[in-house]
């Protein structure tokens, strides 16, 4: 017997992905989310087999975002060390984060990156159908210089027309939300916004008034490739602007799932440094 929160494959795909069941509806359909990529699915049962998968940080693409991590701790404890050995006194403030994700489980391992990454961040688990409702009181409290925007999403099962806002699970919620993020702040270099999931409605999304979105060719993204973004700009000089290949550089899935605007960073230096 199936039930909620068993990890499964879907015999049907080779068992490419792997899901956590989120319900299990009286008609044999399995209602699924993706365990490492931001897809929602569903199947009959009769296609679903269960695994053993405890630790979804065995996954090897979790593994290469933890080596990419380290390199960018690495890159950074480097660059600090020269400037002391120049006896520099420097005050340091990296951008702030606010994080909204239709996925606790997600949210929870970004958040570990986060921190691991020394990002100032605030994480918000809300469902995304609440996303519109929440965002313009959660950005008057917290103020954030980014803003990531994201959960689950896919396209409908046999739809060819990628274009119609309704053919996709979430991607009408986070076009709504990024929308009232603009209401609040339109200026794209003051708050800098990333939105979307798995095969989002990309051009929707950038036309909404997103900094960076995903899917350009409706690919599956990776739970953790909003934290690097985020990175990117949050250490990023006030006075760069970055291209959008550099930003999405240490992303795990690249241009084909991520585009956007070349945007400028949210670091602010100073001196002399707090003792």
């Known amino acids: 017997m199936l039930k909620v929160g068993d990890i499964v494959v879907r015999r049907s795909y080779g068992g490419d992905l792997y899901f956590r069941i989120t319900e299990v509806t009286p008609y044999g359909i399995v209602k699924l989310s993706g365990l490492n990529y931001r897809i929602l699915a569903d199947a009959p049962w009769q296609d679903l087999q269960?695994?053993?998968?405890?630790?979804?940080?065995?996954d090897i693409t979790l593994i290469k975002a933890e080596k990419t991590m380290r390199g960018i701790l690495k890159k950074r404890l480097s660059e600090e060390n020269q400037r002391r050995a120049?006896?520099?006194?420097?005050?340091?403030?990296p951008g702030k984060v606010l994080h909204v994700d239709g996925d606790p489980s997600y949210l929870k391992v970004c958040l570990k990156f986060y921190e691991g990454l020394g990002i100032d961040v605030v994480g918000k688990d809300i469902e995304e159908k609440d996303h519109?409702?929440?965002?313009?009181?959660?950005?008057?409290?917290?103020?954030?210089?980014?803003?990531?925007?994201?959960?689950?999403?896919?396209?409908?099962?046999?739809?060819?027309?990628?274009?119609?806002?309704?053919?996709?699970?979430?991607?009408?919620?986070?076009?709504?939300?990024?929308?009232?993020?603009?209401?609040?702040?339109?200026?794209?270099?003051?708050?800098?916004v990333f939105a979307g999931a798995c095969q989002s409605n990309y051009e929707a999304l950038i036309e909404a008034g997103a900094n960076f979105a995903s899917s350009p060719e409706r690919v599956m993204i990776h739970a953790l490739d909003p934290v690097f973004i985020c990175e990117k700009i949050a250490y990023?000089?006030?006075?760069?602007?970055?291209?959008?290949?550099?930003?999405?550089?240490?992303?795990?899935?690249?241009?084909?799932?991520?585009?956007?605007?070349?945007?400028?960073?949210?670091?602010?230096?100073?001196?002399?440094?707090?003792?």
């Open 236 to 275: 990023a000089s006030m006075a760069k602007i970055l291209a959008i290949e550099e930003i999405i550089e240490n992303t795990i899935t690249g241009l084909k799932g991520i585009g956007g605007f070349q945007t400028r960073g949210k670091y602010r230096e100073g001196a002399p440094s707090i003792l």
């Open 50 to 58: 269960k695994v053993y998968y405890s630790n979804p940080l065995d």
């Open 132 to 192: 519109p409702l929440e965002i313009s009181s959660m950005l008057r409290e917290y103020r954030p210089d980014i803003l990531v925007i994201t959960g689950h999403d896919s396209i409908v099962k046999g739809t060819s027309d990628y274009k119609n806002i309704n053919n996709y699970r979430n991607s009408k919620h986070f076009v709504e939300t990024v929308k009232r993020a603009r209401e609040y702040e339109p200026n794209m270099d003051e708050l800098v």
């Open 86 to 93: 120049s006896g520099e006194s420097i005050l340091k403030r």
